[in-house]
Nanobody, 126 residues
Framework: QVHMVDSGGGLVQAGGSLRLSCAAS??????YTWFRQAPTKEREFVAA????????TYADSVKGRFTISTDNAKNTGSLQMNSLKPEDTAVYYC?????????????????????WGQGTQVTVSS
């Protein structure tokens, strides 16, 4: 049975940094996607790695500030978040799935993914 645990969230001032982690067990994964969901908003794509020839993909809103990575030896994914802004405040979720993802549309669609972490709260104060 696959189990994923998200961690690393917290309260930080604007301009600060946090590093989120996603630990998977029960199956080996090399590709991860991070989503976030703010109150009253839909879950939105943040970043992905490994789905297409190992390349990384970022939402425009986080490009240049966030960095996604994996540690295949530890079966984990990470999201380094720098220069945080109040609008980054949300619950962040790691997701993955069995098999590949072929389209950019599916990459950004929450329904594509089989497995999810429980989420970790990130709050950025101004």
């Amino acid at each position: 049975q696959v189990h994923m645990v998200d961690s690393g969230g917290g309260l930080v001032q604007a301009g600060g940094s946090l590093r989120l982690s996603c630990a998977a067990s029960g199956r080996t994964f090399s590709s991860y996607t991070w989503f976030r969901q703010a109150p009253t908003k839909e879950r939105e794509f943040v970043a992905a790695i490994g789905w297409r020839a190992g390349i990384t993909t970022y939402a425009d809103s986080v490009k240049g500030r966030f960095t996604i990575s994996t540690d295949n030896a530890k079966n984990t994914g990470s999201l380094q978040m720098n220069s945080l802004k109040p609008e980054d405040t949300a619950v962040y979720y790691c997701a993955t799935k069995r098999g590949p993802i072929y389209s950019a549309y599916d990459l950004r669609r929450p329904g594509t993914y089989d497995y999810w972490g429980q989420g970790t709260q990130v709050t950025v104060s101004s």
